[in-house]
C-alpha cells in the first residue's frame, strides 16, 4: 500500500497561472481532505469530500476548486494563482465507519510557492 | 468541534517521559480526543485518540481527566526523534468527512 500520495512535492508558479495539486489514495477510504499549512501555524482544512461525487467546504475555501469523480483521486485546482497561497499543502484520507472516529491518513505534502 | 489550548513549547530529556498537557474545557460528551504529531514539516501522524477512557497504544499513553476537560499525551521514554510539533485535536463523533481542526499545537524538543 503506497497510502495517500501527492503530487508534485514542489512547485514554483507565477501569479495568474493556474495548476492542479494531485491527491490519490489506495485505501478506498470514503473521505478525503485537503488542507494547507503556512509557516508557524497549524493546518487548514480547505475543502473536504465525504464520497466520490460530494464535496464541501473548509474553513479556507477561496481561491480553490475541487472534485471527486473517483474514490481514489481527489484534485485541488488554483484556477488563478495568488501570492497568498504559497504554502504547503496536505491531503488527507480516512475510512468511514459507523461512528465517525477513525484517525486520518495524510500524505507528505506539495510545497507550492508563487511569484 | 471543541477548541483546544496547549502549551507552546516544552523540552524533554532523552529517555525521560514527556508529558503534554491539552485543555479542551468546552468538550461536549460525544467528542473525542485526537492527538497527531508533525515531524519537521512532513504530514501529520496520528497518535492515539481517546473518548473518556484512558488509553495505550505502542506509541504513547492518553490520560482523559474525568470531566473530560483536560488530557495529558505521554510519550513513556522520548527519544530524540520525538522532536515534533503536538496537536491535541477535539472532534466530533458525527463529525462528516473526518476532517480536523488544528490549532497551534506544543512544539516538543527533546535533548540528549
Known amino acids: 500500500n503506497a497510502g495517500v500520495t501527492q503530487t508534485p512535492k514542489f512547485q514554483v508558479l507565477k501569479t495568474g497561472q493556474s495548476m492542479t495539486l494531485q491527491c490519490a489514495q489506495d485505501?478506498?477510504?470514503?473521505?478525503m481532505s485537503w488542507y494547507r499549512q503556512d509557516p508557524g501555524m497549524g493546518l487548514r482544512l480547505i475543502h473536504y469530500?465525504?464520497?466520490?461525487?460530494?464535496?464541501d467546504q473548509g474553513e479556507v475555501p477561496n481561491g480553490y476548486n475541487v472534485s471527486r469523480s473517483t474514490t481514489e483521486d481527489f484534485p485541488l485546482r488554483l484556477l488563478s494563482a495568488a501570492p497568498s497561497q504559497t504554502s504547503v499543502y496536505f491531503c488527507?484520507?480516512?475510512?468511514?465507519?459507523?461512528?465517525?472516529?477513525?484517525?486520518?491518513?495524510f500524505g507528505d505534502g506539495t510545497r507550492l510557492s508563487i511569484l | 468541534d471543541a477548541k483546544t489550548t496547549q502549551p507552546p513549547s516544552m523540552d524533554c530529556a532523552e529517555g525521560r517521559a514527556a508529558n503534554l498537557p491539552c485543555n479542551h474545557s468546552?468538550?461536549?460528551?460525544?467528542?473525542?480526543v485526537y492527538w497527531y504529531r508533525q515531524i519537521h514539516s512532513q504530514g501529520p501522524q496520528y497518535i492515539i485518540h481517546g473518548l473518556k477512557n484512558n488509553e495505550t497504544n505502542e506509541m504513547a499513553s492518553l490520560i482523559i481527566t474525568e470531566d473530560r476537560k483536560s488530557s495529558t499525551l505521554i510519550l513513556p521514554h522520548a527519544t530524540l526523534r520525538d522532536t515534533a510539533v503536538y496537536y491535541c485535536i477535539v472532534r466530533g463523533i458525527y463529525n462528516q468527512g473526518g476532517k480536523l481542526i488544528f490549532g497551534q499545537g506544543t512544539e516538543l524538543s527533546v535533548k540528549p
Open positions: 488527507a484520507s480516512s475510512p468511514k465507519t459507523g461512528s465517525d472516529n477513525q484517525p486520518q491518513h
Open positions: 485505501m478506498n477510504h470514503e473521505y
Open positions: 469530500s465525504v464520497g466520490a461525487g460530494i464535496t
Open positions: 468546552t468538550i461536549s460528551g460525544n467528542e473525542y
